[in-house]
C-alpha cells in the first residue's frame, strides 16, 4: 500500500488524483535514482573484469619468468593479497547488484499497483492527472 500525507487519501483509503499524480512522480524519481546505481553497477564489473584480467596476465608473466629467489617470492605474496582483494570486491559487487535487483523488483511492483489504481479512476479524474502528469 502507498503510505501518504494527510488529505492525500479519499475515503476507503483511496488515493486521490492529486495523490495518484505525486505518488507516480515518487516512482519516477526512484526509478530514476535507481537507472543511475545500475549504471554504476555497470561500470564497477566492467573495471572489476579488466582487473582480473590483468591480474591473470600478471600472473602469467610471473610464473614465466623463470625467476626464483626472495623477490620472485615476495612478488608472488602481493598478488595473492591483490587475488584476495578483487575476491572481495567481486562478492561486494554481487551484494550490491542484488541489492538494486530487488529494488527494481519492488518498484515494477508499486508502478503496476499505481497503473491498476489509475485504471480504477473515473475517466474525468483520470484525465485530470494525466494532464498534470505532463
Known sequence: EVV????ERGGGGVLTPAAAQAERARLK?????LNAQARM?????????ADQQAWKRNMRNLASSGSAGEEHERMHAIMRKLRHTIE???STLN???EHVQSCFLWLRQ???AAKAHAATLPPAAHQHAHQHAH
Open 4 to 7: 501518504g500525507g494527510e488529505g
Open 95 to 97: 551484494d550490491d547488484t
Open 110 to 112: 508499486l508502478e503496476a
Open 41 to 49: 553497477i555497470k561500470g564497477r564489473q566492467a573495471q572489476l573484469h
Open 29 to 33: 524519481q526512484v526509478r530514476s535514482f
Open 88 to 90: 572481495r570486491q567481486a
